[in-house]
């Protein structure tokens, strides 16, 4: 009967139909190899049935002992036979079944005997085949055949040698070393194969001998390597022999870099691109070192051929990451690839694009780019999202027609992580660029209207209510926000009731409007959205009264819990049910210092977008001052002008792991010093820090409060209070010691012995530094900032800041010592560059707002001067920060 035709544009999900392997079994293929013990074989048939057997076996299909056997011995009957292609299938078949020692032997002396043969195809694979089932003791019996192979005048001969060699050296390397000789013979080949093989095997002999790979690369680049796969190969060893030996004089890099630079003028392309991408990953490359193999990938990126149009991209991709100023030059042929057929050549075009355009192209980009967006895989969008992102933060004035982008994109049709990395992407501008605030929140309203992911509308929705009543016009966010209490799942629609209890209790005229609605959702068919409905009416007083939500309302429906989950769910564990109902207020506070938690868990990838803590992180400077207030002797103190990151006094996995913050005041300074007993056996009781302030002179001592108690692995804190002058950076150097009573815990009953001992521990100084009296703030548009700060308090003058590494060194240095907040992207320096303008901006101790315009230059090989001009609200503040940079 005849077959149906297929046509051409049918869909082949059923290809495996058109397999001839397919319905294949082991048992059958076995059956059907006994046709090699045939008196008349049949080459056609027995090369039919070793395909079989050749496509079990790298189907991961395992054959038993006797079953590998009786195959084993069949095949070898097929000696037997003359015919070329059935000897080459079973050169094939004795590799891949890795025949046992006792079983080498019946074969050895026919493989020998190819070896040895006229016909050079025998020769070649039989030199294959013996080196690959062979053993050390055999090895030393065919190793002069070998050596005589290596410099045979067939390539195909010398290179089955070579490359046994290489697979030998594996498990025989002393045997191979001995070849050295042969092998720098066959270097010299002029067959293109074989001094590839030749040489890839000569450098592995030699590649625990750092001098001698240093010798050979020398004697290679003067010209004697003709194969363009061997000079690739070269041009890797040589990359290798500049890295190891970067640390001597230059002297006696440049040949080797001569070298690369004269591959470019090659004529095989393989080896110019090989050339080309070495010199870009050189360690320290310089811009003029750079400049003729970018040249060179510019020339490739117009190429007929997709994939050195591919290479070439790429490389140029990685070298924008390092130096984009040197990559600017191809942007013009880049466009030009963001067209190309080959998507993932237009991907890398179009972030290379993004990373090296300047602030003039961003607009022409954005239109180029949308056209392209719906033709490319959601993998490549993210990273084109990601590279927007990137650009926007660099460039914050042109937030909008990047915002307008992300926004259209985001309604397109896409998958979860597509969207949710738009949405993270649109979340970090509102949070970094001020300006964009309101835009970005309307684009994501507008999303959530026809949002089929309920992790992103719930996490948008309670974005929205940590923002949202924070804007000039908070009632434009309520229609879309109440649509998802009809349209949505109950999941969303809870979120969403939320979400309006947020901007009835921080938004006080919206309040009517709020419990309106708040009321028709105490109908709802899902009771967790009638529960929190519920809840928000009674504690934000739904009567229908306008009144100021109190505080502790505020703070018991939205704030963050003070008391860490662990420490909760430990005493909800030892809870026992009674009369007597549990009390939240017996749950201990004590804040678990971060960077401890950082070291169970290193390498941990920080969050961002919607899944990240708002900038400056809120969550734990809210912690520590409640940790603050709710003792009353430092509450006293009013709220701190600034809490400092953990620094620590101890090395890790020590005795006892303790950190300090300082929490900065207008005329205190608080230490809290974060302790951890590491020791199971060890109680720790009236413990304490012993602060020596002699070289702290403008500081006074004021009081300390001990930690009572700490048992094994339960962080406490304890306090020292230092009162300085008002208002004043006071800086200085504090010695500490750990001072404690040690008891013994019996392990049996965990209860500590009643007689302790005293001891104390000494922890490292703690500095306090001029960047503590100085907080971090960012600002969008510093031109118009700076401009709406009085001239006539504004500081200028110029410092000498001695010998530095680069530019970028000085940069960063100035940067940490004021503390201040980099603007518009403006700490990165390019690279090689002789001047550089850095912007910052900070609010100083008193909440006075400050402004620097710092520009830099190199004055010598190595000194650099600044520029430092700087605005403030208050004179005095300009003249502090310039005092700063003069004394540090």
Known sequence: MAQPLVKKDDDRDDEAEYSPFMGIEKGAVLQEARVFNDPQLDPRRCSQVITKLLYLLNQGETFTKVEATEVFFAVT?????????????????????SPSADEVIIVTSSLMKDMNSKTDMYRANAIRVLCRITDGVLLTQIERYLKQAIVDKNPVVASAALVSGIHLLQTNPEVVKRWSNEVQEAVQSRAALVQFHALALLHQIRQNDRLAVSKLVTSLTRGTVR??????????????????????????????????????????????????????????????????????????????????????????????????????????????????????????????????????????????????????????????????????????????????????????????????????????????????????????????????????????????????????????????????????NATVRAAAVSTLAKFGAMVDALKPRIFVLLRRCLFDSDDEVRDRATLYLNTLGGDGEVVETDKGVKEFLFGALDIPLVNLETSLRNYEASEDAFDINSVPKEVKSQPLAEKKAPGKKQPTGLGAPPAAPPTTVDAYERLLSSIPELASLGKPFKSSAPTELTEAETEYAVNVVKHIYDRHVVFQYNCTNTIPEQQLEEVSVVVDSSDAEEFGFVLSKPLRSLPYDSPGQTFVVFEKPEGVPAVGKFSNTLKFIVKEVDPNTGEADEDGVDDEYQLEELE?????????????????????????????????????????????????????????????????????????????????????????????????????????????????????????
Not at 88 to 93: F, G, K, S
Not at 789 to 806: H, I, K, N
Not at 820 to 849: D, K, W
Request: aromatic share 8%.
């Open 227 to 488: 194969s363009p796969l061997a000079q690739c190969l070269l041009i890797r060893y040589t990359s290798q022999v500049i890295r190891e030996s970067a640390s001597n004089s230059q002297g006696g890099d440049r040949p080797f870099y001569d070298f690369l630079e004269g591959c470019l003028r090659h004529k095989a392309e393989m080896v110019i691109f090989e050339a080309a991408r070495a010199i870009t990953e050189l360690s320290g490359v310089t811009s003029r070192e750079l400049t003729p193999a970018i040249t060179v990938l510019q020339l490739f990126l117009s190429s007929s051929k997709p994939v050195l149009r591919f290479a070439a991209v790429r490389t140029l991709n990685k070298v924008a990451m390092t130096h984009p100023m040197a990559v600017t030059n191809c942007n013009i042929d880049m466009e030009s690839l963001i067209s190309d057929q080959n998507r993932s050549i237009a991907t890398l075009a179009i972030t290379t694009l993004l990373k090296t355009g300047n602030e003039s192209s961003v607009d022409r980009l954005m239109k180029q780019i949308t056209n392209f967006m719906s033709d490319i895989a959601d993998e490549f969008k993210i990273v084109v999202v990601e590279a927007i992102r990137s650009l926007c933060l660099k460039f914050p004035l042109k937030y909008r027609s990047l915002m307008n982008f992300l926004s259209n994109i985001l309604r397109e049709e896409g998958g979860f992580e597509y969207k949710k990395a738009i949405v993270d992407s649109i979340v970090i501008l509102i949070r970094d660029i001020p300006d964009a605030k309101e835009n970005g929140l309307l684009h994501l309203c507008e999303f959530i209207e026809d949002c089929e992911f309920t992790y992103l509308s719930t996490q948008i929705l309670h974005f929205l209510g940590i923002e949202g009543p924070k804007t000039s016009d908070p009632s434009k966010y309520i229609r879309y926000i109440y649509n998802r209490v009809h349209l949505e």
């Open 77 to 97: 009957k097929l000696f037997q036979s003359k015919d070329v292609g059935l000897r080459r299938m079973l050169y094939l078949m004795i590799k891949e079944l």
């Open 768 to 888: 306090v530094v001029s960047a503590d009296y100085m907080q971090k703030v960012g600002i969008s548009n510093f031109r118009n900032a700076w401009e709406s700060l009085d001239a006539d308090l504004e500081r200028v003058d110029e410092y000498g800041l001695g010998p530095r590494e680069s530019l970028a060194e000085a940069v960063n240095a100035v940067i940490s010592l004021l503390g201040m907040q980099p603007c518009e992207g403006t700490e990165a320096v390019p690279s090689n560059s002789r001047s550089h303008t850095c912007l910052l901006s900070g609010v100083f101790i008193g909440n006075t707002r400050v402004l620097a315009r710092l520009q830099f230059g190199l004055t010598g090989p190595k000194e650099v001067a600044m520029k430092l001009a700087v605005r403030s609200d208050d004179i005095a503040v300009s003249d502090a920060i310039h005092e700063i940079v003069a004394s540090g």
